[in-house]
């Protein structure tokens, strides 16, 4: 077996509604062959993996895939199966997989799941299932011999010992995971960027940044002065908080002055430390101050060490959040096992582990730790009596290990007031206040000195981790990541805006490009993403072809959007998974026979099944817009997936006698109707006019038949948004397709010829194209330049060499610059046989370039007639034509066909 490539659906996709990766496998000379045919296999396989016997399989309960192995199944499920399994045992819960034939006898596509969050671009996918592949394969070949067996066992535990490191280390750290599950509970989009803890909450206007617990609103002042002990010391001393007494001190000897005039016991710290890095507490005597000063080094704070317990206050939008007690790092004697044995035992919880990936932090034996140790009169070997605390650290960050015991419930009045000013003071939303107290439940006592208090606050931290909160080893956990999402999303916002989703196979760019033209009548910043461009309140900021969801999110993180309409298509969908979640209206234009042979669609019902997907994630409660002429988008309402029931069904056509808009206007349903020549809203038995068909710009007077139907989807969108009526049709009117949709159906003259430039490409458009033409100019005054894409299967060209052929006399046929996987000179090869083929008295050349093209189709081209140009990319086109000297052609010159 061989993985020949990998990628990775971010988004929503066709498997399931979660992210997931896609393996294309070529079992090669396992193709067609059967576990059972392997013997012993299935048992050497549990022997590693025995996690297989809980895996439910089609059979919907444990066991089931056990019995598909035993009863014979492919060697591509089993990889599949073990890809799943291994990822559980690094830590990474998933539990989706299929395996479906890719085509070709022995190919497959195998697809596994994806943890939600897992970082953009993560290698682990690809390791997994490649161990899961050479771990197959090696039981396989392997035979029954059990030393190889014992090492593949050994490989694979080793393997999966690195790739758990991988997962840790590339997980959300428990402050940032706390916050995107807030996020979901409230509906809030999040998304992940890159692989550190930076999100994205909400989209366009409404979003929000969050790294770990700092926003985008966290004061960069209050950061700086947070991250300088003796500032912030300076700061809330000067507005009467308690503070220890203390100051800073440069050297080593101004340390050990400085602690001489505090007197008793002294805490030297780093002026600009973290994580209790460098923290030295109970320093008594010159001595001691200088040697700690020797560690640390640089300007340090010297302060007196305050009696009482260690306290932690999280603090949120000015209200106390959470408070836990910080316990050091310890162990407790058992009077059986030496303090090695018993930190030992402390690491093996699963809770624990290095740094901040986990809910408590592994325990450390360093130099610090020793000393505390021998002053404590223990060694690493030490046996401690049963119920003996022995210390590990003198400080009690969680960093260094310590825990914590929840005190929310506790927390004394008078103390959650100093904690919200001291945050306030520092200029924070949210911070974490160090306090030591006697007891956090206790009033504040009575400050006789101000700069000698008994109680106090030691440090105010930016950024403060969530953890102690979230898990404490003691005492309640606490929505911590609720209290932040909340203060960033008040009154219970989701931070959506409003967004519609285009798709279908032809006419999408074009109601892609009116439903946000319709939009931006109400005043609002609209975001674009169409086949050409993103464009920004009507600016482009990039070109590309941008139906994917990497656009889609272009869109949807820029804060200036305040709506957003996103042209969906198949290949985004079939390559990268959708790049939104839910939106609040779909839009399905028609389903016709396109891309066939390509990513495993075979059929229009695959594309059908494809283009569904827009559909389906209409959250509930939104607009599903549906063409009622198209038989293939009408059976989407019955697929179970849709959920329209749940939904607002619009229908659109331009039959007013359609059974299925009857039926639906009978119902007392929305409808948008092309009825008496007019663009027409109908609820029920009540009809609202719009604009006259021929009036409609783009539609030639009512010459383009498609034209209508592409208004009539775009103002469905728009007024499912809530656009006013007045505002619809005075846009509607102003629409203009040269600039507003450039490429699509646009008329230019160069002379006394006529250009009819068009993205037709496949059948169904190069015959709409054609039939506005002929009405325009009349069958036999029409000449076309014409290239199709390369990317699509034989029999498709040939349908549309043959629309073209019924069509037009005199062609001139042109190559991409993209050869999409041809050979040079294929497609046009292929192109003219067929329309020579289907007619006899057709003029047909082929040239190379679109350039030649168009000079060969004008000379060919008579005065008065009209050259159909279709292209690959508009903007080299565009240019071409204005090179050329084309100019827009006036409705006038136009004959009153």
């Known amino acids: 077996m061989k993985i020949l490539h990998i990628r990775h659906l971010r988004g929503p996709n066709v498997y399931l509604s979660r992210p997931a990766v896609v393996a294309r496998l070529r079992l090669d000379e396992l193709a067609g062959r059967e576990s059972t045919e392997v013997a012993g296999f299935t048992e050497r396989l549990l022997r590693i993996l025995p996690g297989l016997t809980e895996h439910h399989c089609a059979a919907g309960a444990p066991g089931g895939f056990v019995s598909r192995l035993r009863g014979g ?51 682990l996918p690809g390791e997994l299932l490649d161990l899961a592949v050479h771990l197959v394969t090696s039981l396989v070949d392997g035979g029954g011999d059990a030393p190889a067996q014992a090492g593949l066992a050994e490989q694979v535990r080793a393997r999966l010992a690195a790739l758990r490191e991988l997962r840790d280390a590339e997980a959300a750290g428990p402050s940032t995971e706390a916050i995107i599950a807030a996020a979901r509970r409230r509906g809030i989009p999040v998304e992940r960027l890159g692989d550190d803890s930076l999100l994205r909450l909400g989209w366009g206007a409404r979003r929000r940044l969050a790294c ?49 005039d505090l007197g008793g016991p002294v805490v030297l710290k780093p002026r600009h430390g973290r994580h209790g890095r460098g923290v030295h507490l109970g320093l008594r005597g010159p001595d001691e101050v200088r040697r700690a000063y020797g560690e640390v080094g640089g300007d340090v704070i010297v302060e007196r060490e305050l009696g009482g317990r260690d306290y932690r206050v999280l603090v949120v939008a000015g209200e106390v959040a959470a408070a836990a007690e910080r316990v050091a790092a310890h162990v407790v004697g058992d009077g059986e096992h030496t303090v090695q044995g018993l930190i030992g035992a402390a690491n093996a919880d699963p809770r624990r582990g290095d740094g901040h990936t986990r809910t408590l932090t592994r325990l450390i034996v360093d130099d610090h730790a020793r000393a505390l140790l021998a002053d404590q009169g223990y060694g690493l070997d030490s046996v401690p009596q049963a119920g003996r605390t022995v210390w590990l650290r003198a400080n009690a ?35 974490g206040i160090d306090l030591r107290l006697a007891d956090i439940a206790a009033p504040l006592p009575a400050v006789a000195e101000p700069a000698e208090p008994d109680a106090g606050i030691i440090e105010v931290n930016a950024v403060p981790g969530l953890r102690m909160h979230l898990a404490p080893v003691q005492g309640r956990a606490r929505a911590v990541g609720d209290a932040v999402v909340g203060a960033m999303f008040p009154g219970g916002a989701d931070g959506r805006i409003p967004t519609v989703a285009v798709t279908g196979t032809n006419g999408k760019t074009t109601v892609t490009r009116l439903a946000a033209h319709l939009l931006a009548g109400t005043g609002q910043t609209v975001g674009v993403a169409s086949s050409d461009d993103v464009r920004i309140g009507g600016r482009q900021v990039l070109r590309a072809d941008a139906t994917g969801p990497r656009s889609a999110q272009t869109v949807l993180g820029d804060p200036a959007v305040q709506v957003a309409v996103l042209e969906t298509a198949r290949g985004g969908i079939l390559r990268r998974g959708l790049g939104y979640d839910w939106t609040d209206v779909g839009v399905v234009t028609n389903i016709t026979a396109d891309h066939l042979g390509q990513d495993g669609i075979e059929s229009v019902e695959d594309v059908a099944h494809v283009k569904a997907l827009v559909a389906e994630r209409v959250r509930d409660g939104g607009t599903l817009v549906l063409n009622a002429d198209d038989p293939w988008v009408r059976s989407l309402v019955e697929r179970p997936r849709v959920r329209a029931d749940r939904k607002r069904v619009v229908w659109f056509g331009t039959d007013p006698q359609n059974p299925v808009l009857a039926a639906h206007l009978g119902r007392g349903g929305t409808a948008y109707l092309l009825e008496d020549g007019w663009l027409v809203q109908a609820v029920g038995s009540r009809r609202t006019p719009l604009l006259r068909a021929a009036e409609l710009p783009g539609s030639f007077g009512g010459a383009a038949p498609h034209a209508p139907g592409n208004a009539l989807a775009a103002v469905a969108a ?5 656009t006013p009526h007045d505002v619809v049709v005075e846009r509607l009117a102003a629409f203009d397709p040269r600039q507003d949709n450039p490429g699509r159906g646009m008329l230019l003259r160069r002379d006394d010829v006529h250009l009819f430039v068009d993205y037709a490409h496949n059948p169904a458009a190069l015959a709409a194209a054609t039939r506005t033409l002929h009405r325009l100019f009349g069958r036999d005054r029409c ?115």
Not at 224 to 240: F, N, S
Not at 397 to 414: A, F, I, K, M, W
Not at 854 to 866: C, D, H, K
Request: proline share 4%; with cysteine.
């Open 783 to 897: 000449v076309a330049a014409v290239t199709l894409p390369g990317d699509r299967r034989d029999d498709l060209l040939a349908a549309s060499a043959q629309v073209i052929a019924d069509g037009f006399a005199r062609v001139v046929v042109y190559e991409d610059e993209d050869l999409r996987g041809r050979t040079p000179g294929e497609v046009p090869a292929l192109v003219q046989r067929e329309i020579r083929a289907r007619r006899a008295d057709a003029r047909c050349e082929r040239v190379t370039h679109a350039r030649e093209a168009l000079a060969t189709a004008l000379s060919m081209a008579q005065p008065g007639e009209v050259v159909l140009v279709c292209y690959e990319e508009i903007g080299p086109m565009l240019a071409l034509l204005d090179e050329l000297g084309a100019v827009p052609a006036r409705a006038g010159l136009v004959g009153a066909r």
């Open 718 to 722: 728009a007024r499912a948004l809530g």
């Open 397 to 431: 960050n969680l960093s260094t290990g310590g825990t914590s015991r929840d005190v929310t419930d506790r927390v004394h009045p008078d103390v959650a007031r100093l904690c919200v000013r001291a945050a306030a003071l520092v200029g924070l939303d949210i911070a």
């Open 73 to 123: 199944t492919y060697f591509g499920h089993i990889a599949e199966h073990a890809c799943i399994e291994l990822s559980q045992l690094i830590g990474r819960d998933v539990s989706f997989g299929r395996t479906v034939s890719a085509g070709e006898p022995g190919l497959y596509d195998v697809i596994v799941e994806c943890p939600v969050d897992e970082a953009a671009g993560s290698t």
């Open 212 to 260: 770990a617990a700092m926003t985008d609103r966290t004061s960069a002042v209050g950061v700086d002065i947070a991250c300088d002990k003796h500032l912030t010391r300076q700061l809330l001393g000067d507005a009467g908080v308690p503070v220890p007494a203390g100051g800073l001190a440069a050297d080593a000897d101004a340390a050990a002055r400085l602690a001489a």
